[in-house]
């Protein structure tokens, strides 16, 4: 595809809700990010994919939060028992892996208001 | 691990005039530095560059340098434009991970 997909774009749900968000990366991209964005805040790095590789799952914040890769396709984000602190724009990344560091190219986020 | 420090956090230029923005990090392995812009509500965006074997790097308007011994890197816009103001984000990538700065909030005043 031309970029990183994300959906949806906005999800408005009640605390206490599971919510999932959607990430398709760039193809052939090995490298899948993801990072919370709270309002008027930078980028907190959430959990990194390279590949079949394990995940690098140290910066979720609470057990409420998974993802799952399938090989080098689609992510999910999955948040349980949402609270209102969840609130926030998740943003996707994903980026080749060569011989040296290659940048991230983001999606435009998903928007998440827990009510 | 790395920890990435950003300043200014909110910047105000008159158009025409130069913004900077400096970041330090911490961990002398990190070799590579993006720059990121995210005007609001959009994704950030890859504006520039700089890998640890290059001292400096500069793109129309925009410049990046590097400084390896005191661990920190610059970014420079010149002749700022309205256009400009946005968010704007260092990183550092050690291996395939990327530490981000908390962002410079520019503006430019027309």
């Known amino acids: 595809g031309a970029g990183v997909s994300q959906s949806p774009s906005n999800k408005v749900t009640e605390k206490g809700k599971d919510v999932e968000l959607r990430c398709d990366p760039i193809?052939?991209?090995?490298?899948l990010y993801w990072y919370r964005q709270r309002l008027g805040q930078g980028l907190e790095f959430l959990i990194y994919?390279?590949?079949?590789?394990?995940?690098?799952k140290s910066g979720l914040p609470s057990d409420r939060f998974s993802a799952e890769r399938t090989g080098e396709s689609v992510s999910t984000l999955t948040i349980q028992r949402t609270q209102q602190e969840d609130s926030a724009v998740y943003l996707c990344?994903?980026?080749?892996?060569?011989?040296?560091?290659?940048?991230?190219?983001f999606g435009d986020g998903t928007r998440l208001s827990i009510l | 691990g790395e920890n990435v420090e950003q300043h200014p956090s909110t910047l105000s230029v008159q158009e025409g005039d130069s913004a900077v923005i400096k970041c330090t990090y911490s961990?002398?392995?990190?070799?590579?530095f993006p720059w990121y812009k995210q005007e609001l509500g959009k994704r950030p965006q890859l504006i520039i560059d700089?890998?640890?074997?290059?001292g400096e790097k500069k793109d129309q308007r925009i410049a990046v340098t590097l400084n390896k011994t005191a661990k920190h890197f610059s970014l420079h816009i010149t002749e700022t434009q309205p256009e400009d103001s946005a968010v704007y984000f260092c990183?550092?990538?050690?291996?395939?991970?990327?530490?981000f700065g908390t962002g410079t909030s520019l503006t430019v005043i027309p």
């Open positions: 990344a994903s980026s080749t892996i060569g011989t040296s560091n290659q940048p991230q190219h």
């Open positions: 193809s052939g991209h090995t490298a």
């Open positions: 994919f390279q590949g079949n590789s394990a995940p690098d």
């Open positions: 961990d002398s392995a990190s070799n590579y």
């Open positions: 700089i890998r640890s074997n290059v």
């Open positions: 990183a550092a990538s050690l291996g395939n991970q990327f530490y």
